[in-house]
């Protein structure tokens, strides 16, 4: 058992600036583990250094969009990077790195290029083999190999990792802070039908997050539900998506724009119903585990992580993934259901303790307890040793 302070480095592969999951997930771990007295660095891609306010935030350069499982990842690869993080590696050192997405060319595979000693990696996306990752695999897999311990964030993610490389890893969920959730007064689930607010979250324009199929089913929604209202928060131009929707259906839409934590929780804990319309590529979910804490009742696509995430129906409902009609009757089933949605309520905020940092953070920190077992400090390898192990596979 750990019973000292650790100095832990962790490793963002996307920009810092661009809010998603894997973002939020370091940070709260971060902050978590420095609130426990831990010293932690982060090195992240930051596309405005001078926004940078954490103290523990490293800058390791400007991101470079590029696709990456059906969306636009902002990351940051070559030689002025690596450089940056070798000299970030020597600076801090650490008892023990956490890479963030070690298996897609990121600062997280430098980092693990660079770097000899305990080493954890988590993954999180729930893709197919894809050829911009299969042809770097030789490159790739000496690098996963490196690691002293993997973690998966779902099944999905594990499966994944299987698929890829041919490896396991332990399962341990995203966390989130069911507090801070849990804290705020929730006004949705008990409210009348012919008031209700629905909610989306997320980079809006991007069609896998599902919100194209959510405008698909709102005329259905409205015709049922006169009052409804669909208040979508998120990075994303409003105007080229009310562009496409009837003029008379999107005076029930309302944009909010990209919101601060703060704000996040209190719009969660004004919905009648959250809806997660994904089509695909999730492996976790993490909006649907604070909306559960919040109090407000899930609908969400059949994919599997959210069927999981949702306790296979218990936490949440579930509809079939990218059919817009069986979108608009659950919706208006659940809306018309008042026990129903304080039912989701209840158990959603119980089904979310398994994610709250408490215990998230406790896993993690024990696979950093096996991870570092015959394993002194970090240090940086000869640059070119992991180079050749690739090349010689």
């Not at 007295?37 to 992240?44: L, P, T, W």
């Not at 990842?73 to 690596?82: D, E, N, S």
């Not at 990075?235 to 919101?259: C, M, N, T």
């Amino acid at each position: 058992m750990i019973d000292r302070p650790l100095r832990i480095g962790m490793v963002c592969p996307y920009g810092w600036d661009i809010p998603g999951g894997v973002q939020i997930h370091v940070r709260e771990l971060a902050e978590h583990f420095i609130a426990q007295g831990h010293y932690v660095s982060v090195i992240a891609p930051v596309s405005d250094e001078e926004s940078i306010t954490d103290p523990w935030l490293v800058s390791a350069g400007r991101p470079v969009p590029i696709p990456f499982n059906g969306s636009v990842a902002r990351v940051l690869f070559g030689p002025i990077a690596a450089s940056r993080v070798r000299q970030w590696i020597v600076q801090g050192e650490f008892d023990l790195l956490h890479m963030h997405e070690p298996g897609i060319p990121s600062i997280s595979l430098l980092a693990c290029w660079a770097a000899e000693g305990a080493m954890v990696g988590t993954f999180h996306a729930s893709t197919p083999k894809m050829r911009a990752i299969a042809s770097v695999g030789p490159l790739i897999e000496p690098m996963i190999e490196k690691l002293s311990a993997r973690i998966a964030v779902s099944e999905m993610a594990q499966a994944t990792l299987n698929n890829l490389y041919g490896t396991e890893a332990v399962v341990i969920p995203n966390g989130i802070d069911t507090t801070r959730f849990r804290d705020a007064k929730h006004k949705g689930a008990g409210s009348s039908p012919t008031a209700a607010r629905i909610g989306f979250l997320g980079r809006f324009e991007e069609n896998r997050k599902g919100l194209p199929l959510l405008l698909e089913a709102l005329p259905k929604i409205v015709k049922a539900i006169p009052n409804v209202e669909l208040v979508v928060a998120g990075p994303g131009e409003p105007g080229k998506v009310l562009a496409k929707v009837d003029p008379q259906v999107a005076k029930h839409v309302k944009f909010l724009g990209r919101l601060s934590e703060e704000e996040k929780v209190e719009f969660l804990s004004g919905l009648n119903l959250y809806i997660a319309p994904n089509t695909g590529g999730e492996s976790f979910g993490i909006i649907l585990a604070e909306a559960m804490a919040s109090g407000a009742p899930v609908l969400a696509s059949n994919i599997p992580a959210f069927v999981d995430l949702l306790a296979k129906g218990d936490a949440g409902v579930t509809f079939q993934s990218e059919d817009a009609g069986d979108l608009a009757r659950k919706v208006i089933e659940l809306l018309g259901n008042r026990p129903r949605l304080l039912q989701l309520a209840e158990n959603g905020v119980a089904a979310a303790i398994r994610f709250d940092w408490g215990s998230v953070a406790t896993q993690i920190m024990s696979v950093y307890e096996v991870a570092m077992t015959g394993h002194g400090k970090v240090a940086v390898g000869s640059e070119n040793a992991s180079w050749k192990k690739g090349r010689e596979r």
